[in-house]
């Protein structure tokens, strides 16, 4: 079973930059390629993807972070990243790292089945 720990949230003002990392266990041998991502829920929102990363080495964003936010993946550490910069208030949610094990190509945000606990991000204005 797949498990998914994330670190780095915090807060910071407008304008800065926070780093999201994501440790991944139990991926089945050949697995560990699938589609990873990042999704985030604000108060009050419903959750929504924000970045994924298809086959080890493709990269798709929603068009809110595009050109802000960058993710990443350390493949030998099975490590997952979400750079995150010029960062607005209304980046502020908590944000978690997801997984679809098995599958390796984006279709939709509805495809990513296994969740990390999240990590709070806060922007200040």
């Known amino acids: 079973q797949v498990q998914l720990r994330e670190s780095g949230g915090g807060s910071v003002q407008a304008g800065g930059s926070l780093r999201l990392s994501c440790t991944a266990s139990g991926y089945r041998t050949g697995d560990s390629n699938s589609l990873m991502g990042w999704f985030r829920q604000a108060p009050g929102k419903e959750r929504e993807g924000v970045a994924a990363f298809e086959a080890g080495a493709y990269t798709r964003y929603a068009d809110s972070v595009k050109g802000r936010f960058t993710i990443s993946k350390d493949s030998a550490e099975n490590t997952l990243y979400l750079q995150m910069n010029s960062l607005k208030p209304e980046d502020t949610a908590i944000y978690y790292c997801?997984?679809?094990?098995?599958?390796?190509?984006?279709?939709?945000?509805?495809?990513?089945?296994?969740w990390g606990q999240g990590t709070q991000v806060t922007v200040s204005s």
């Open positions: 997801a997984a679809a094990p098995g599958v390796y190509w984006y279709h939709s945000w509805s495809q990513f089945n296994t």
